[in-house]
């Protein structure tokens, strides 16, 4: 498997475990997000919690140039940690949702 499918894959099976662990409430589910396309992955809830409507992303990635973008985390979770454990090199890893400013004092990639 080439290193893109792998990354494909580590993003799914992140996403696809919060998915069941991440709501208890019948009203509002977990919908998974894949766009292999333009690799785009998302977790979000969508319904509703009495009249209030829920709706919001939980984690969102994005596979470019090569590198996984954390764009958002919305966990407790360290997701660039977990990927590091899957076998990912800090380098491939980005956390999109710091600045590139700040993003040169982690130990991840800058971009």
Known sequence: MDKLEQY????KEI??????????????????IFD???DHYQLA?????????????????DIEDGKIWI?????????AERLVE???PTSDIVIGFHSAFKRQFTRYAVG
């Open 71 to 79: 764009q958002y985390n919305g966990t407790e979770e360290s997701v």
């Open 86 to 88: 899957m076998g990912v």
């Open 15 to 32: 996403l696809t475990e919060h998915a069941k662990i991440s709501t208890t409430n019948d009203t509002v589910k977990a919908e998974l």
């Open 8 to 11: 494909r894959q580590f993003v």
């Open 36 to 38: 292999r396309d333009r």
């Open 45 to 61: 809830y969508v319904g509703w919690q009495g009249d209030k409507r829920v709706f919001g992303p939980v984690m969102h990635f």
